[in-house]
């Protein structure tokens, strides 16, 4: 609910009404809750419940900074292991999904395949410790991104880049598959960071 923004941030909550709208008690919410203030999703405030946390620029930048190292790692690895057309089946779906979703101006699909197509380029680099650091900081990026959706430019450079990845990685450049995916993320970070700032300090 919070990664949907169906709690949006700054909003206050009451244990007993999370459980009622979960259907369940407030036992596993409290527990559930405390698990989410050590991730920096929401404050525990004693007798007035919970407030869920704003998506911080701060985090987003270190974020992404850990996402520009791996991502750009799984990218070189995915080249030097020289992956035939089956293998990038995934990666040739998610960039032709994503530029049906921009002509189509459908920003939420867009993102959707945006998503499986970084969650690909992990799974073809085949570090399963890099893989599973990158999943346990998805739902993170997923909101940063949809908090900013509709307020960023139209992500068109973005499937630009990707394809330019998918190429590197298709003729074994490992490199320049490295080098491309790297300069993607840091552009997409750096967007996103002053979209935050932005948006934060408009709303105090």
Do not use: C
């Not at 459980?19 to 007035?48: F, N, W, Y």
């Not at 991104?145 to 003729?171: C, F, G, M, W």
């Amino acid at each position: 609910m919070i990664f949907t923004g169906e709690l949006s941030g700054g909003s206050d909550h009451l244990e007993s009404e999370l459980a009622e709208r979960l259907g369940m008690s407030r036992t596993p919410v409290r527990e559930a809750a405390l698990t989410l203030e050590s991730q920096g999703l929401l404050e525990m405030r004693p007798r007035k419940g919970v407030r869920i946390l704003p998506v911080s620029p701060e985090d987003m930048h270190e974020i992404y900074e850990v996402l520009t190292e791996l991502e750009s790692l799984a990218a070189e690895r995915a080249a030097r292991s020289r992956p035939g057309a089956d293998d990038l089946a995934q990666l040739e779906a998610a960039i032709s999904d994503m530029d049906a979703a921009l002509a189509a101006e459908d920003r939420e699909a867009w993102a959707a395949a945006d998503d499986r197509f970084h969650s690909e380029l992990v799974r073809l680099g085949g570090n399963r410790r890099a893989a599973a650091i990158v999943a346990m900081m998805g739902d993170q990026v997923r909101r940063a991104k949809a908090s900013t959706l509709y307020i960023r430019p139209l992500p068109t450079q973005s499937n630009s880049d990707h394809r330019e990845v998918l190429d590197a990685i298709r003729r074994g450049d490992a490199e320049a598959a490295r080098r491309l995916h790297r300069a993607h993320r840091e552009r997409a970070r750096e967007m996103i960071v002053n979209l935050l700032e932005r948006h934060r300090l408009s709303s105090l």
